[in-house]
């Protein structure tokens, strides 16, 4: 997968893993990685599908609507990638924290649904509820923020509440953050975001 990897100093054993939105790429968080932790390393990757040339992390069938199989596909294939990379650039895999928004933040999620070691913690800047009717691991120790806007037309306000909930059943430590926002992302969220972090990870 097209990526960027920068070394952190020495004293953080934390690597950020960074996932654009749609028609992002992997330059576009980086300015939020040292907002958050500016010490950590930092991993930031391209999707590996194409919508109408706009980069993305897995297919969608129409707008909110998953391509569930390639979903499924994509996410074992980042988090088969994380295992390569941790070994090629000597980073704790154990130690990885995911910043994503919009479909960067629902890749995340769906690591998270799927396996219980992926990640230690997230932060999901406008997730969507990755996959539902299904049981998620043991996410005990697990920590996650989620941004959420009152008026984001794609993610509603439920889908940010049946996520914390999903993600909390399963043993995770999820804190929701709202702003009176639509789907973009705001300084303040991001602010917010970095709060949570220093006092949790």
């Not at 939020?32 to 980069?55: F, T, Y």
Request: net charge negative; charged share 25%.
């Amino acid at each position: 997968m097209k990526h960027i990897f920068e070394k952190g100093k020495n004293s953080s054993k934390t690597t950020l893993l960074l996932l654009h939105g749609t028609g992002g790429n992997e330059l576009d968080l980086l300015p939020l990685a040292g907002k958050i932790d500016e010490d950590a390393s930092v991993l930031s990757v391209r999707g590996n599908v194409s919508e109408n040339g706009m980069p993305r992390f897995f297919r969608r069938l129409a707008e909110g609507i998953f391509d569930e199989e390639d979903l499924i596909f994509r996410t074992k294939e980042l988090y088969e990638f994380l295992d390569e990379a941790a070994v090629k650039y000597s980073f704790d895999r154990k130690n990885i924290v995911a910043i994503g928004y919009s479909n960067g933040a629902n890749i995340a999620a769906s690591m998270m649904f799927h396996y219980d070691d992926a990640l230690k913690a997230a932060v999901l800047h406008h997730p969507m509820v990755p996959r539902r009717g299904i049981g998620l691991p043991d996410l005990s120790g697990s920590h996650v923020f989620i941004g959420a806007g009152t008026n984001d037309p794609i993610c509603p306000a439920e889908e940010s509440e049946e996520l914390k909930s999903i993600l909390g059943n399963a043993g995770a430590e999820v804190h929701l953050h709202w702003e009176n926002m639509g789907h973009q992302l705001s300084f303040k969220e991001v602010d917010a975001a970095a709060k949570w972090y220093k006092q949790n990870i």
